[in-house]
């Protein structure tokens, strides 16, 4: 069973440019979620999908912010006009869904933005 | 956001000493998670917990589900050098967004 895939795991790129991870979640986990780390802090949550529907992303932090699960499979996250303040690790965790119990996400390696 | 509460954010220990850490919440949750996380790498499951008062062990790990469902501890029993990290616990609703909120983390230091 391999784990969460997420690429590129570093990216570098200049303020004004657009920016695409990806991330391929465990088989047959049907739940996607994005999360944003900062230096010092927790993840905290941006989006989620359940399966290809995009139930959850008014946390996503701005409109410059958009995800996508096409197929249900694997997602993207695009950050587009990048600013220094988008800089932050992005996570991606995958989970199945259990009626009426607690899942477990499972987190992938992330990756890495810095905005110059 | 809301935000679990660990503190402290930084602790020492020796090899072989055990260690506990402490989450807590002003919310209840129904799923504590309890997560590793090594420097540019995702976090790494640990221990989940479902049900208040729920005590699970995982190696020399340890963890309990409070019966307030606010709060969670982690123990370390012997510690060993790889156990230097940063550990974070994490609460989620289950409903149609389990989303995780999670703690600042404790970072672990284990002098040899």
């Known amino acids: 069973d391999t784990g969460v895939s997420q690429n590129p795991r570093h990216k570098i790129t200049k303020r004004g440019q657009n920016v695409t991870f990806r991330c391929d979640p465990i088989?047959?986990?049907?739940?996607l979620y994005w999360y944003r780390q900062t230096l010092g802090q927790g993840p905290e949550f941006l989006t989620y999908?359940?399966?290809?529907?995009?139930?959850?992303k008014s946390r996503l932090l701005s409109d410059r912010f958009s995800a996508e699960r096409p197929k249900g499979s694997f997602s993207t996250l695009e950050i587009q006009r990048t600013e220094q303040g988008d800089s932050a690790m992005y996570l991606c965790?995958?989970?199945?869904?259990?009626?009426?119990?607690?899942?477990?996400?499972?987190f992938g390696p992330g990756t890495r933005l810095l905005v110059l | 956001g809301q935000q679990l509460n660990q503190s402290p954010q930084s602790m020492f220990i020796q090899e072989g000493e055990d260690v506990s850490m402490n989450c807590t919440s002003s919310?209840?949750?129904?799923?504590w998670l309890w997560y590793k996380q090594d420097p540019g790498e995702g976090p790494v499951l640990l221990i989940a917990?479902?049900?208040?008062?729920e005590l699970t062990s995982n190696g020399r790990l340890t963890a309990q589900f409070g019966i307030t469902r606010k709060d969670s501890f982690l123990n370390i029993s012997a510690s060993i050098p790889s156990d230097v990290g940063i550990y974070f616990c994490?609460?989620?609703?289950?409903?149609?967004?389990?989303?995780?909120?999670f703690g600042k983390g404790i970072t672990l230091s284990v002098r040899p």
């Open positions: 919310s209840i949750f129904n799923t």
């Open positions: 999908f359940q399966n290809e529907a995009q139930l959850e």
């Open positions: 088989s047959e986990h049907n739940r």
């Open positions: 994490a609460g989620s609703v289950t409903g149609a967004n389990s989303k995780l909120t």
């Open positions: 917990l479902y049900k208040a008062g």
């Open positions: 965790a995958s989970s199945k869904q259990r009626q009426g119990a607690g899942e477990t996400q499972y």
